[in-house]
């Protein structure tokens, strides 16, 4: 198969999307890459990851493959599971304590960090609305993300947030609670909990 082929089919699948390290683990060589991305008017949208001109950019997953480490989580969580109707002005994004998240912040995304052992702490993915897969934390961590971090959020987006994760046929309180004591938050988390149900 000619590198066009390969690359306009590996394009194909990843919705759009195309970068140096998936073409190159396929062989095609760094020149040969370079000029296919020129040739059809690729938009390089970060390092190593180019856009097709004919679909639409998916952010999301643009983050998710410029850094392996980062799982969305917050707000940008909520939002990926329906939790909130508010597109994220800023996206959120965490990762354990010792990656340096220099580049992320400095494309104004809000980076948290967490022990590398909670880190993994109900790790998922989910299907953006282009059919891309990202790393994103599950319903029951995002819910603990956000009242940890409850300061810092809008209370309607907040109490929004957690009235939808009540209505949620898929939830798990068992594993919930779980995750708060992990967090050390669970009583905090208890008292939300008994005015929403």
């Avoid at 329906?82 to 994004?93: C, G, I, Q, S, W």
């Avoid at 965490?94 to 790790?123: C, F, M, Q, R, S």
């Avoid at 939830?171 to 669970?186: M, P, T």
Wanted: hydrophobic share 35%.
């Amino acid at each position: 198969m000619k590198y066009d082929e390969l690359l306009n089919k590996l394009t194909e699948e990843n919705n759009g999307v195309l970068t140096t390290k998936d073409a190159v683990a396929l062989g095609v060589t760094k020149p040969a890459f370079q000029r296919f991305v020129e040739k059809n008017g690729y938009e390089r949208v970060a390092h190593g990851i180019y856009q097709n001109p004919d679909d639409w950019p998916d952010d999301f997953y643009v983050i998710s493959r410029r850094s392996e480490r980062a799982v969305f989580s917050h707000g940008t969580a909520l939002y990926l599971h329906n939790m909130t109707d508010r597109e994220p002005l800023k996206y959120a994004v965490t990762v354990p304590t010792g990656y340096n998240p220099t580049k992320l912040a400095a494309d104004d995304i809000k980076v948290y960090t967490v022990k590398k052992e909670l880190y993994g702490l109900g790790l998922t993915e989910c299907e953006t609305m282009y059919g891309n897969k990202v790393r994103v934390y599950d319903p029951e961590r995002t819910v603990v993300d956000i009242v940890r971090s409850r300061n810092g959020i809008e209370f309607q987006t907040f109490e929004d947030a957690l009235k939808r994760y009540v209505r949620r046929k898929d939830k798990n309180v068992n594993k919930l609670i779980d995750y708060a004591k992990e967090f050390h938050i669970d009583k905090i988390l208890i008292d939300y909990m008994r005015v929403m149900l």
